[in-house]
């Protein structure tokens, strides 16, 4: 499965060029009547500001108090700084999550940007971590270029972010929605979804209304495709 797409074509360069050099710094020298002196390293930014959160239940503290801020990107270059320094998702412990939202909302339920909306979710099994090189891992940093890169395109208004979870019986990602209708356009994003991941099994869209009234881990799918 290709990691970058056409329209990822700035971000897969800047990339390699972290990689190869191991530098996040580009300056140049301008030559002025006096003398000369370096610019500020040139960046890409992006179209909207991204927030990184990580969630592990600490003992004594609320879902919320236990949910954390790591750092927002607004640019190509602050996106790979920081994404380059975390964990790999296939490597954490059950019961952990990242989170990676527009600016602003917070990745749950009862946040305004969330209450109306809903998710897209594509579950995991166990036997997906096998290997030095688990497909989560792979499906987790594609699903955040999808957002920085804008990938969904005229519905990608609707779109809040996106969480992935790691739990005993396997992980799961999902792309946040702040609808849940007109159903065209939340099929579209899902159908883009699976073409950005490329994947053929089937996904499904949650009510967060749903997920919050639920009395077990059971939550009815609105779509499914």
Same mark, same amino acid.
């Given at each position: 499965?290709?990691? &970058?797409? *056409?329209?990822? /074509?700035?971000?897969?360069? +800047?990339?390699? %060029?972290?990689?190869?050099?191991?530098s996040?710094?580009?300056?140049?020298?301008? %030559? =002025?009547?006096?003398?000369?002196?370096?610019?500020? *390293?040139?960046?890409?930014p992006?179209e909207?500001?991204?927030?990184?959160?990580?969630?592990?239940?600490? @003992?004594?503290?609320?879902?919320?108090? @236990?949910?954390? +801020?790591?750092?927002?990107?607004s640019?190509?270059?602050?996106?790979?700084?920081?994404?380059?320094h975390?964990?790999?998702?296939?490597? =954490?412990?059950?019961?952990?999550?990242?989170?990676? &939202?527009?600016?602003?909302?917070? *990745? $749950?339920w009862?946040?305004?940007?969330?209450?109306?909306g809903? #998710?897209?979710?594509?579950?995991?099994? #166990?036997?997906? /971590?096998?290997?030095?090189? *688990?497909?989560?891992?792979? &499906?987790?940093? +594609?699903?955040?270029?999808?957002?920085?890169?804008?990938?969904?395109?005229d519905?990608?208004?609707?779109?809040?972010?996106?969480?992935?979870?790691?739990?005993?019986?396997?992980?799961?990602?999902?792309?946040?929605?702040?609808a849940?209708?007109?159903?065209?356009?939340?099929?579209?994003?899902?159908?883009k =979804?699976?073409?950005? =991941?490329?994947? #053929?099994?089937?996904? &499904?869209?949650?009510?967060?209304?749903? @997920? $919050?009234?639920r009395?077990?881990?059971?939550?009815?799918? #609105?779509?499914?495709?």
């Open positions: 499965m290709a990691l &970058f797409r *056409p329209k990822m /074509r700035d971000l897969e360069v +800047e990339r390699r %060029t972290q990689e190869d050099s191991k996040d710094k580009i300056t140049s020298e301008v %030559t =002025l009547g006096l003398g000369s002196c370096l610019t500020a *390293p040139v960046k890409h992006l909207n500001t991204w927030t990184l959160w990580y969630y592990r239940k600490e @003992s004594g503290k609320s879902w919320e108090e @236990s949910l954390k +801020e790591i750092m927002s990107v640019t190509v270059e602050d996106f790979w700084s920081v994404f380059n975390i964990e790999r998702v296939s490597k =954490l412990q059950s019961g952990f999550d990242f989170s990676f &939202f527009k600016r602003g909302i917070k *990745p $749950m009862e946040d305004d940007a969330n209450r109306r809903g #998710k897209w979710v594509v579950n995991f099994e #166990k036997r997906q /971590r096998i290997g030095g090189n *688990p497909e989560v891992d792979n &499906f987790w940093l +594609e699903v955040i270029l999808s957002l920085i890169g804008e990938t969904f395109e519905v990608g208004r609707i779109v809040n972010g996106a969480v992935v979870s790691s739990r005993p019986r396997g992980d799961r990602i999902s792309l946040w929605l702040k849940t209708e007109p159903k065209e356009a939340i099929y579209k994003i899902g159908t =979804l699976k073409e950005n =991941l490329g994947i #053929k099994d089937r996904i &499904f869209f949650e009510d967060n209304a749903d @997920s $919050m009234q009395n077990s881990s059971h939550v009815k799918c #609105k779509y499914t495709l």
